[in-house]
Structures are given as structure tokens and as C-alpha cells.
């Protein structure tokens, strides 16, 4: 079997399982957590014992001497842009999944969601310029577009800058969009990006992480490749020296990522490469508590 025949049916055993995780609860928390812009006026109905009086039609009820009150529709059709981090560090993976497959599951769960509720859904894929970019579209058949795309379009041995996506989107799309940016964020240098977009747009984060990246497996001398860049070097990773400064640059690191995105108002979740199943579970958390704030 050819590798793109793998990918294709890696494609659709992902929108299957997406489909089976979108059911009408999960769309309802989606709903809840993302609002639409607005409300119109719908219809009149009677009063119903328990009706909120503040949506009483006085004119209406003066008219008729029978108490009526208002009904209003969300006003949705949200933009909503999935950016996904195609440099070559996204294809990596310790376990059974790279960070890549996770990014392609989370937009196929977003799209189809967002198909459910009449929202758009666009796709930008990013390594330090945008690689690819599909305007926001209503519809199931461009979930599908969306999905294949995350995962059959080629990563690129560059370095990553997420501010590229986000100063992309500032320069071409004029109504307030909801951005998911995907990525390991190994690149933190995009705040001063991050915080003009965050003023106009409503962003989440998406990190995506591996669990040999938490602590260096003792192993011995090893021979590491930035995949990005194609830098390497030698180190010997049972050093305790080398292994306690990775450990404390890794959480000076994440101190800071951590740092950048609540200080400017951007909501984070953190998904890792070990569990697919988790990547549903950890969504409707999100959801939830996103729906209490």
C-alpha cells in the first residue's frame, strides 16, 4: 500500500471517529461556548407562566389585553480558522500518534461542529510564511476538504512562526474570527502578532506536546537534529548537568508560553500526542468551562 493510500485511509477513519464524537450534545457544548454575533427578533408568542416579564411586548399586549412576549434567534455564521503548524517537528511522535494527526483530529471535530451549527470553517497551514490558506466555507463536504488537507499537504523543514497565520488573517479577513492556532510553540517569539490579533479576534491555543519531550530519556551519547532548522549536535544524555539544564529550560520555557498567552487574553489547551481519545475528552472540558466564564 502506497503512503497515499494510508493517509487517505487514515483520513476517513478520522472522520468517521469525529463524527462519532460530534453527537448533539457535543455540538450543544460547542454552541454554548462560542456565542453567535448577535440576537434577531423571531416571532411573537403568548405568555407563558415562568417567561422572563423583561421580553413582555407591551404593544402587543395592550393591543390584544393577552399578555405576549418576544422570541429572538441567535444570529451565528461564525468565522472560524483552523491554523495548523506544518514545520517538521509536528510529524513527530514518541508513542502511536505525531502532533500532526492530533492537529488533523482536532479539526476535523471543530469543522464538523461548527458544519452542525451553520458556522464557516477555514484552514490555514503555517510554517514561517502561510503554506496554505482556504477561506472560510459552510458545509460538511468542506470539513472533509479541511481534514485531508491537514493531513496529505507536506511539512516544510523550515522554522516555525505562528505569527505569521495570525498577521495573515489581520491583512485579509475584515469580521471577527475564532482562530485555533495549533502547534508545539517551540517558537515564542510572535507576542507582540499575538496580542494585535487577540484585540480582534477571539484565539485559542493549541499545544501540542509529546511525552519524551517532558525529560531526556537516559541513553547515553545521542546525536540530535533540529528538524526545523537541520541544526545538530552531540550530547550525553545520562549527564545530570546536561539533563537538570534541559529540564529547567523546558519550564523556563513554558513558564513564559504560559505567560504570553494569558496576558493577552488567550485561552489554552494543552493535547498530547499518547491517548487520541483524550483529544475529545479534553475538548469538552474546554467547552465547559469556557461556557462558565
Known amino acids: 500500500m502506497d503512503e497515499l493510500t494510508q493517509i487517505l485511509r487514515e483520513a476517513r477513519r478520522i472522520e468517521i471517529r469525529a463524527r462519532g464524537m460530534v453527537s448533539n450534545e457535543f455540538s450543544g457544548e460547542y454552541r454554548s461556548s462560542f456565542k453567535g454575533r448577535g440576537i434577531d ?13 423583561r421580553s413582555i411586548d407591551w404593544n402587543t399586549t395592550a ?7 418576544k422570541q429572538f434567534i441567535e444570529r451565528r455564521e461564525l468565522n472560524i480558522y483552523i491554523a495548523i503548524d506544518i514545520t517538521a517537528s509536528s510529524n513527530y511522535g514518541s508513542v502511536k500518534f505525531s502532533k500532526r494527526k ?21 484552514l490555514i497551514l503555517f510554517s514561517n510564511t502561510v503554506e496554505f490558506f482556504s477561506a472560510a466555507k459552510k458545509g ?7 481534514l485531508r488537507e491537514a493531513l496529505l499537504f507536506p511539512d516544510k523543514n523550515k522554522e516555525s ?19 485555533l492556532l495549533a502547534s508545539d510553540f517551540l517558537c515564542t517569539e510572535f507576542e507582540q ?29 545521542v546525536r540530535l537534529t533540529e528538524p526545523e532548522t537541520g541544526k545538530s549536535q552531540t550530547i550525553q544524555t545520562n549527564s545530570e548537568n546536561i539533563r537538570q539544564n534541559y529540564s529547567k529550560n523546558r519550564d523556563l520555557w513554558q513558564t513564559n508560553l504560559n505567560r504570553m498567552f494569558e496576558s493577552n487574553g488567550v485561552d489554552k489547551i494543552t493535547l498530547s500526542t499518547e491517548n487520541e481519545p483524550n483529544v475529545a475528552l479534553s475538548l469538552r472540558k474546554f467547552f465547559k468551562k469556557r461556557k462558565n466564564y
Open 193 to 221: 502578532s499575538l496580542k494585535v490579533s487577540s484585540s480582534k479576534n477571539d484565539i485559542i491555543a493549541i499545544q501540542l506536546v509529546d511525552p519524551a519531550e517532558r525529560e531526556l530519556p537516559r541513553v547515553g551519547k
Open 102 to 122: 492530533i492537529a488533523a483530529i482536532i479539526s476535523a471535530i471543530f469543522s464538523l461542529s461548527a458544519a452542525k451549527n451553520g458556522d464557516k470553517v477555514g
Open 41 to 53: 427578533f423571531h416571532d411573537l408568542r403568548e405568555y407563558i407562566h415562568g417567561d422572563d416579564v
Open 140 to 146: 460538511s463536504a468542506n470539513c472533509m476538504r479541511i
Open 161 to 179: 512562526n505562528p505569527g505569521c497565520a495570525l498577521e495573515f488573517l489581520l491583512n485579509h479577513q475584515s469580521r471577527k474570527s475564532l482562530i
Open 63 to 69: 393591543r390584544t389585553a393577552e399578555p405576549y412576549v
